[in-house]
């Protein structure tokens, strides 16, 4: 029996009511979306479970299930689940006897990890041929990301656009699932890659699709997970070399701070997003960041700085509101207007009514039900504040229903406060 390290799923994770119930379930693409976030790539569960890289995206995208006995023992064995969890009987390495089938487990020490002699009448492989192995898995990995070049990353560019465009239409539980199976395989692909021109292109649209994941995962109120996704995207813009990629993924991370309550931290983080690029960013990508600057000024209660931003933000708007460069920026029609009406709203500003009535009024909202449904919770807002609180019920109720048609946790519940302020 080969020898290899074998380093199970953190006690804590093990410990998690989520995994507790993914597990109890058979739930196999959350248990394998789970251990990701502990920091096991696909391709290190695949090689744990003795299954193909292939099937576990299969898996973590929700195409496929693990069903047969034999496939659930190896994921038990690979992964360290204690058999109890999988409605398995305890598993042979439980006990300390004996070692998981095919693993010889680690152990930390003060210095690092320690492998664990192997048990009496059991003698490890020779060096040379574990080294064998390891040589012709990252052969099989370089092979496999081959053909991973410019064009490739474009298709991929062009399937996020496609995500982009569910997303504001359908919410971010439609797409969620299946854009982080394909950030893993982005992942992969970039890790191993050489083609020439390929690294740079591919990292690039994997940024684009972990920014838009990590907007996803703040919508749906999953804050770490949000944080780890902006961070993934940050790395992945500077291996493009794109400062406006880099100032982007930085900028969007500051959402996930105000969310937080940490309006400070955000307004410094969006600051140097903008600052870091000097003057190198094409101008509706100044734009974007002056707004959410100014944004993040309102939520922090500075009158003279947010209306600052916006200005500035409506001085360098190019002309044209579409760049090719940057597909997942849209500030074309009213949709600034719009944006500064909800950060006035946010101040309690006399105008954001006249504003956003008219920004409701003007903008094509058609593919765009979470943005309709944020214009009509701030009118709820700033009618509630002005008396009218039958209006403002209506308003809130028609967010309501839009909110719960893209499933976003973030809007409903801030719709679900404002309505609980118009019986009051």
Not at 69 to 90: C, N, Q, T, Y
């Amino acid at each position: 029996m080969r020898e290899v390290e074998w380093k199970p799923l953190p006690p804590r994770l093990l410990q998690d009511p989520q995994m507790v119930a993914a597990c109890q379930a058979r739930d196999f693409g959350t248990v394998f979306q789970l251990a990701r976030r502990a920091g096991l790539y696909p391709s290190r569960i695949a090689r744990l479970c003795d299954l193909t890289p292939s099937r576990v995206s299969e898996v973590i995208a929700g195409k496929r299930t693990l069903t047969q006995f034999s496939v659930v023992e190896r994921v038990a064995d690979g992964l360290g689940i204690p058999g109890a969890m999988l409605g398995l009987a305890p598993r042979s390495w439980e006990s300390g006897d004996t070692p998981a089938p095919a693993v010889t487990p680690v152990v930390p020490a003060q210095a690092g990890h320690v492998r664990l002699p192997a048990p009496a009448g059991q003698t490890p492989a020779p060096p040379a041929l574990e080294a064998d192995d390891e040589a012709l898995s990252l052969r099989r990995e370089l092979a496999g990301a081959a053909a991973a070049d410019s064009k490739v990353a474009q298709l991929y560019c062009t399937q996020v656009d496609t995500m982009r465009q569910l997303d504001r239409q359908l919410g971010a539980a439609a797409v969620f699932p299946q854009l982080e199976a394909q950030i893993t395989r982005m992942e992969e692909l970039l890790r191993y890659g050489t083609a020439p021109g390929g690294r740079e292109a591919l990292a690039g649209a994997l940024t684009e699709a972990a920014t838009l994941a990590g907007w996803q995962a703040l919508d749906m109120g999953l804050y770490r997970r949000a944080w780890e996704l902006h961070e993934m995207a940050k790395a992945a813009a500077r291996e493009s070399g794109s400062l406006a990629l880099v100032a982007h993924a930085t900028g969007q991370q500051a959402y996930v701070l105000l969310d937080l309550g940490e309006t400070a931290k955000a307004v410094q983080q969006l600051q140097f997003a903008r600052e870091g690029a000097g003057r190198s960013l094409p101008p509706l990508m100044e734009t974007w960041l002056l707004a959410a600057e100014g944004e993040a000024h309102s939520m922090a209660g500075h009158d003279v700085e947010c209306r600052q931003r916006f200005d500035r933000a409506e001085a360098v708007r190019p002309g044209d509101p579409a760049d090719p460069s940057l597909p997942f920026l849209f500030l074309g029609g009213s949709h600034l207007d719009r944006w500064r009406g909800n950060a006035l709203a946010t101040l309690g500003a006399d105008e954001a009514l006249s504003d956003l009535t008219a920004s409701l009024a003007s903008m094509d909202l058609t593919g765009f039900t979470r943005a309709e449904a944020g214009v009509r919770c701030d009118l709820a807002v700033v009618l509630l504040r002005s008396g009218e609180r039958q209006e403002a019920e209506r308003q809130a109720l028609r967010a309501q229903d839009l909110a719960s048609m893209t499933g976003s946790v973030r809007q409903r519940r801030r719709i679900a406060q404002v309505l609980a302020a118009t019986t009051v």
